[in-house]
């Protein structure tokens, strides 16, 4: 389980992040949603330590990070393996198939043989509907394309939680509902997930749990059906501009 606590992150004399207490628990899906601007990605960025909050605890099961103290190059690995943060498919390694880049990271990281990565990585390409593009280039795929397999790569690498910042948000409706889709379906499979997103309808469908954030403040964080019931003026406001 993750558990943030006090956590505050500052750009110059910008506050992105006031006080940050919740927790993201194992085989959840977690939604955060608010207004550009407001901190997500710097919340999401920092739970993969690509950002650094100046003060706050953070506990990963029973490792915890006092963000006052200087982080080891030990501690950074460790999260960044646990926490697969998968970016814009775009940073696919363009000269190599689709199956190479999902045991790429298997291969080279983790050193797995490369007999077991191949067929991890093939049951991922089916997993998010493209077996039959594992000899493809990336350059050959459509953007959800690529996206799924940006998705299977970082699953290739057996992440304890998989983080995505608006995984869609460059995809056109046709593409991002294939997305979603594979989305969708590991939630159910239970995989811990934390998703930033704009598309309410999906945040609805996936999330366990919601967390509201405004300002670098976290103004709600429960359950979509207590967030879809629109609890304050703020929320619902929010939710009206979003349709
Ligand atoms: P969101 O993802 O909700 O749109 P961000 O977390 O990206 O918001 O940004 C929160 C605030 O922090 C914004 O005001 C943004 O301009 C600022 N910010 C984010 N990253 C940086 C950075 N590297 N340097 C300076 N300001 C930043
Ligand atoms: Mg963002």
């Known amino acids: 389980m993750i558990k943030l606590e006090h956590l505050n992150k500052t750009f110059g004399n910008h506050q992105a992040l006031t006080d940050i207490n919740t927790e993201f628990k194992e085989h959840q899906t977690t939604v955060i949603v608010g207004p550009s601007g407001s901190g997500k990605s710097t919340l999401l960025r920092s739970l993969n330590l690509l950002e650094r909050p100046e003060n706050g605890l953070y506990h990963f099961n029973d490792e915890t990070i006092d963000f006052t103290k200087p982080l080891t190059s030990k501690t950074i690995l460790t999260i960044r393996r646990k926490t697969g943060m998968v970016f ?52 050959q795929l459509s953007g959800g394309q690529q996206q799924r397999v940006a998705i299977a790569r970082s699953l290739a690498m057996n992440p304890e939680y998989i983080l995505l910042d608006e995984p869609t948000s460059a995809l056109d409706p046709e593409l991002e509902a294939g997305v979603l889709r594979v989305l969708l379906a590991l939630a159910q499979e239970q995989d811990s997930m934390i998703i930033v997103t704009h598309n309410m309808e999906f945040a609805r469908a996936v999330a366990d749990k919601i967390l509201f954030v405004e300002d670098g403040k976290i103004l709600f964080d429960g359950t979509p059906a207590e967030f879809f019931k629109q609890p304050t003026q703020r929320i619902a406001d929010f939710l009206a501009a979003m349709t």
């Open 88 to 139: 814009q498919g775009y940073n696919l390694f363009p000269h190599l198939s689709v199956l190479k880049n999902v045991m790429e990271g298997p291969v080279q990281v983790l050193k797995q043989d490369a007999a077991a990565a191949q067929k991890t990585a093939l049951d991922l390409l089916d997993k998010v509907g493209l077996q039959d593009k594992a000899d493809a280039y990336p350059g």
